[in-house]
């Protein structure tokens, strides 16, 4: 079984609606593979279009069983100062061939792409811009 680092640059987030039209929206995104879980930090900027550029990492073996473990959720969540968090949308990528080529090769990328943004409601609003490389250890 072979062993690497799955790093998801996390770019921006632009067009999704506000759920409350009273406050303003702190995105911010829980981001999951596997059994493992990070959160990002609240996104910057004001508008339509938010940012964070950051990067979390998440330990990937390859094989690793199911088809299932080689996806990337991300969930999109507004951080309300005075009451709970709301989920607001999300998005999965699949990357079991970037993980597979990676082991190959050494490293492998899945360059900066915009993912659309899947509503409760099951509509689509806005894209969330990201990168995943995987990177062999041995």
Request: glycine share 8%; net charge positive.
């Amino acid at each position: 079984m072979a062993r690497g680092m799955l790093e998801v640059l996390l770019a921006n987030v632009q067009g999704i609606r506000d759920k409350d039209f009273l406050a303003k929206m702190n995105p911010y995104v829980v981001i999951r593979y596997g059994n493992q879980e990070c959160t990002s930090s609240v996104a910057r900027g004001e508008g339509k279009k938010r940012v964070w550029n950051e990067k979390l990492t998440f330990n990937a073996e390859y094989p690793g069983g199911e088809d299932h473990k080689y996806k990337l959720t991300f969930q999109i969540m507004d951080n309300h100062k005075t009451s709970h968090h709301v989920f607001v949308g999300e998005t999965t990528i699949y990357v079991k061939d970037v993980v597979s080529l990676g082991v190959e090769t050494g490293k492998a990328e899945l360059r900066r792409g915009k993912y659309r943004v899947v509503l409760p409601d099951n509509t689509y609003s806005g894209e969330i811009c990201v990168a995943v490389t995987f990177t062999h250890i041995l």
